[in-house]
């Protein structure tokens, strides 16, 4: 007899990741990846210049203003946001065939990118990531050396700003420590598989068994 499981056609989860600079929203993400390969980072269109070891196509999609005005033009972005001087995007096309394949994304974007995509698409969740205290992010925006002292300044003002934010979201996780972090993004995860509905239909199929 099939698993009960499979009696499911759920559409794929929408996790939307935000939190300031430095919370340490990527090496998280590429944890819970690790953890679960079928979910997918959606790959962002940015017009920011690459940081050393950036991959096109892989880091984002890196584009001039003038291209990544056309794709909007053209529709191809679900949602975008200025961030500190540059456009970043979510293509549409990938998210939306993930999602109906009941295929799970998991998007890195900014708190406004998140608000506008719960707009867009109520069933996606969010989560946000705050830092123990701001010393501490600081700390960690000053040892990822990949930005100069006045973009650092920048983000940690937006931070402050950005964390104020965090009462709208979904959920909040303080990212302490990234193993813990991850198990809860992980159960955060199998806790919204198991809404209604996203399970719609299950207990007619069952009754029918
Ligand atoms: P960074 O320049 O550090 O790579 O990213 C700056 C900010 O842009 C981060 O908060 C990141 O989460 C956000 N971001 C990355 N891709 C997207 C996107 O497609 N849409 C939005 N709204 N924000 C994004």
Known sequence: MEDAKDLIVRTGILLCVSGPSGVGKGSLISKVLA?????????????R???PGE???????????EEFLEMLGQKEILEHDEYLGNYYGTL??????????????????????????????PDAVSIFLLP???????????????ESDEVIQERLAKAL????????????????????SCQTILGILEAEQHRWK????????????
């Open 92 to 121: 549409r096309r990938p998210i939306e065939e993930r999602m109906e394949k009941g295929l799970d994304t998991i998007l890195d974007i900014t708190v406004d990118g998140t608000l506008n995509t719960m707009k867009l698409i």
């Open 161 to 180: 700003e950005e964390i104020r934010m965090a009462k709208s979201f979904d959920y909040l996780v303080v990212n302490d420590d990234l193993d813990r």
């Open 35 to 47: 953890v679960r390969p079928d979910m997918c980072h959606s790959v962002s269109v940015t017009t």
């Open 198 to 209: 996203r399970m719609q239909g299950i207990e007619i199929a069952i009754l029918k068994r």
């Open 49 to 51: 210049a690459p940081r």
């Open 132 to 146: 123990p205290s701001i010393q501490e992010l600081r700390r960690r925006l000053n040892t990822r050396g990949t």
């Open 55 to 65: 991959k096109e196509g892989l880091s984002y999609y890196f584009r001039t203003r």
